[in-house]
């Protein structure tokens, strides 16, 4: 069955860095578009970016533009969140996910996800 598991978030301060990496394993990761959410304490899970098949498309929300960048390794079965210039309003539980449907926003597209990772950012 399809696996879906986050690994490198923290504690930072606020202007620091992280990247945050979500290995697959149990489905064929480039049929999958992909994409990194995140949920804060008390509010919804929230978009943050996503990436095509092939890794050549990528999508943002507007509050991590030209801070975050997502990739992708094919090869690797890995998708890459280079989270940099973060902000204590980037705190949360980051998730990966993946979609049949391609990059989309939207949360009940994706078909699969993963436990999540603690991204801390401290002012």
């Known amino acids: 069955q399809a696996q879906l598991v986050e690994a490198g978030g923290g504690l930072v301060q606020a202007g620091g860095s992280l990247r945050l990496s979500c290995a697959a394993s149990?489905?064929?990761?480039?049929?999958?578009?992909m994409g990194w959410f995140r949920q804060a304490p008390g509010k919804a899970r929230e978009f943050v970016a996503s990436i095509s098949r092939s890794g050549t498309t990528t999508y943002y929300t507007d509050s991590v533009k030209g801070r975050f960048t997502i990739s992708r390794d094919n090869a690797e079965n890995t998708v890459y969140l280079q989270m940099n210039g973060l902000k204590p309003e980037d705190t949360a539980v980051y998730y990966c996910?993946?979609?049949?449907?391609?990059?989309?926003?939207?949360?009940?597209?994706?078909?699969?996800w993963g436990l999540g990772t603690q991204v801390t950012v401290s002012s």
């Open positions: 149990g489905l064929s990761f480039s049929s999958y578009a």
């Open positions: 996910a993946a979609t049949v449907y391609g990059i989309t926003v939207i949360t009940a597209k994706y078909n699969y």
